[in-house]
């Protein structure tokens, strides 16, 4: 007779019957535990599996579990729970974790940080998700050791013990143990280190490395900027983060190229937690599954520099919320008081006072995001001009020379220190800032954004001074430490206003004009009279000029011959340096796919 033959001739006669259509080890473990004896339970399972030692019992467990997960779910990290047990006394940890897989069944069991204490009565352990600790819940008082009747008293408590969320030394087995993790985890061909749920990583079985806690993520950082200098994507996923305090001491030096960023599925709540990563130089930040994907995409971007892109908001929150970002025209209807004209206006007097110095330029740096972009835009007829820097015609948006294609490359500048670079190489200014119009749109504790409008004189080439008329738009959000930095600046420059020059008008009084033709025809004269005189008599009889020709102007005389006829254009002086500079404008090439400056063969 086979096992499962005695054991379902068994459970008849307890008044069992078990379905043999179902009857897998484990089902038959369940339903006869109670019924058989303890030396017959052993006697049976023994020839089942042959190996009764508790380690190899939690493996055909495992085993089982693995097998007959028909619908594999994806592990989140839900919470820390601290679950504490007791009266485990002479019990060996195979024998607990015996235990606690056969009850736990179909879960997975994953404890992780197991320590005994109190000579080895009681036990203490974590778990990362909710269902497991409610599980757990239920079950005390319930679970005992198999083939004994010793209860295992079970208490579960939310969060992790203090002194581990504290923790600050690092034993050098455990800083081995996770450089071997990140290594594993990174994939050299896409530059990509995958840390999600790192704390599960087969590599660091026998340490406790919990990225929840601040010290361990701060270190898991460091060793990541020492050992992975070109990593590109950084995924901190099901890590149970609840703080982005730990990007605070990193920036684009440490982690130069780090682009992409993903904090899904963990529990990051507060907007300004943000803030921590605007050293960074990144470009994608993934925030799906977090409490703070609540807020509109608006609020988000005012946090990070210009140029991140965010994704994971939630579409239903940014589909059906009334409250939108308030557009500039109404933000300046009702938001800006006096408050807000004085900040821009005493910001702007502080920016050209430094901006008129052609040598204080440089220091403009720390007025600038490290993503600021700037657009500058000016006449044809500047461009054109002898006289015009030569700034024009490279970072001028206007500007369409057809050989010139290392200028059109130029035009948008982007980056904090090649928008001080282009502001150093503009002309000299002198900016009549106290008769500027300042124009405030936007002012709330977000964004900034103001328009000055204005005269200033510019310093040409041939050293004389000339009016131009400027426009000029910035935008400004908060950064970290508090202050406001530039993240948009739009410049404006078009030629003065030209005096109008008005001829000289003489009143002459008004002569009443004769017919003669019809005082001639009242008189009866002849017909045939001479056409000739009744024209002179009408030209005699219309009034003066109203515009007097000047005394000094006397006819040239007729040119002799066509070879001594004046020349069209003018010749005007031009400057050795203005011709060298164009001459490089027209020969320089550039290459805009692949961004390289070739020089023409005619010209070497």
Known sequence: MSVFQKLEENGLRNGRRINMKTRTPVNILKASNRNLGSSKFKEYVGVWIGDLTPVHLCNVLDKYVQEHDTKPKMINV?????????????????????????????????????????????????VDTVLMANRLKRLSGKVSVLFSSQIINIIVEQGMPSNMLTMSQFTPELLVAIRTALFACYE?????????????????????????????????????????????????RDNFLCTLRAFNGFSRANMPALQNLDVSANQIQDLMELKNLRNLDLQTLKIAGNPLAKYQPWQLNAMLPQGVHICGYSQKLQSQELIRAPSPSAQGAYSINCEGFTFCAGFAKVYYNIFDETSRRPELDIYYDAKALFSFSAPTELTQSLQCNSSYRLFNRNHLHLRSSFARCGKMRVGGKNVVQTICKLPDMQTSIEEARLEVHIYNNKLRAFTLTGSC??????????????????????????????????????????????????????????????????????????????????????????????????????????????????????????KLEREVDDTLLCSEDEMLLVISDDVL
């Not at 897989?101 to 940080?113: D, E, G």
């Not at 361990?216 to 992975?228: A, G, N």
């Open 78 to 126: 839900t919470g820390w729970f601290t679950v504490t047990i007791s009266n485990c006394m002479d019990l060996p940890d195979s024998s607990i974790m015996l235990a606690l897989k056969y009850a736990m069944m179909p879960l997975k069991v994953q404890l992780y940080n197991f320590k005994r204490s109190h000579g080895g009565d009681c036990g203490q352990f974590l």
């Open 188 to 236: 050299a061909d896409s530059a990509t280190l995958n840390l999600s749920r790192f704390h599960a990583v087969a590599e660091l079985e026998g340490h406790f490395c919990p990225l929840h806690v601040l010290p361990m993520l701060q270190q898991v950082l460091f060793m990541i900027s020492q050992q992975f200098p070109l990593l590109r994507i950084l995924q901190l």
């Open 457 to 578: 004189s510019e310093l040409t080439t041939n050293n004389d001074w000339q009016r131009r008329i400027y426009s000029r738009s910035f935008v400004m959000r908060p950064d970290v430490p508090p202050r406001w930095v530039i993240t948009n600046d739009m410049l404006n420059i078009t030629l003065g206003a030209k005096q109008e020059v008005r001829c000289k008008r003489i009143l002459v009084p008004p002569q009443a004009m004769e017919a003669p033709l019809a005082s001639q025809h009242r008189q009866g004269l002849d017909k045939s009279c001479n056409i000739d005189d009744q024209l002179e008599e009408i030209s005699n009889g219309m009034p003066k000029l109203a515009i007097e020709p000047k005394k000094s102007f006397k006819p040239k005389a007729v040119l002799p011959s066509f070879e001594e006829m004046p020349q069209l254009v003018t010749q005007a002086s031009v400057d050795e340096n203005i």
